[in-house]
């Protein structure tokens, strides 16, 4: 099923829906949907920096023996 038949069952199936609370609940998702697509996700590794370097360290040791 092609992107544009999916988004056309997706319509026929909301405009089919007649509880109000249930279209609010769509439409807030797919709000948050759109939000999360149009922003860039930062990881903070700096917390697990001292775990990644020991584990560094001893995968660096385990491959010189």
Same mark, same amino acid.
């Given at each position: 099923?092609?992107?544009?038949?999916? @988004?056309? +069952?997706?319509?026929? @199936? +909301?405009?089919? +829906? @007649? *509880? #109000?609370?249930?279209? $609010? #609940?769509?439409?807030?998702?797919?709000?948050?949907? *759109?939000?999360?697509? $149009? !922003? !860039? /996700?930062?990881?903070? %590794?700096?917390?697990?920096? #001292?775990?990644?370097?020991? /584990?560094?360290? #001893?995968? %660096?040791?385990? +491959?010189?023996?």
């Amino acid at each position: 099923m092609s992107v544009l038949e999916k @988004k056309a +069952l997706a319509f026929e @199936k +909301l405009a089919a +829906l @007649k *509880n #109000e609370e249930g279209i $609010d #609940e769509i439409l807030a998702h797919l709000e948050k949907l *759109n939000s999360d697509a $149009d !922003t !860039t /996700r930062i990881y903070h %590794l700096s917390k697990y920096a #001292e775990s990644i370097s020991k /584990r560094y360290d #001893e995968t %660096l040791k385990k +491959l010189a023996q």
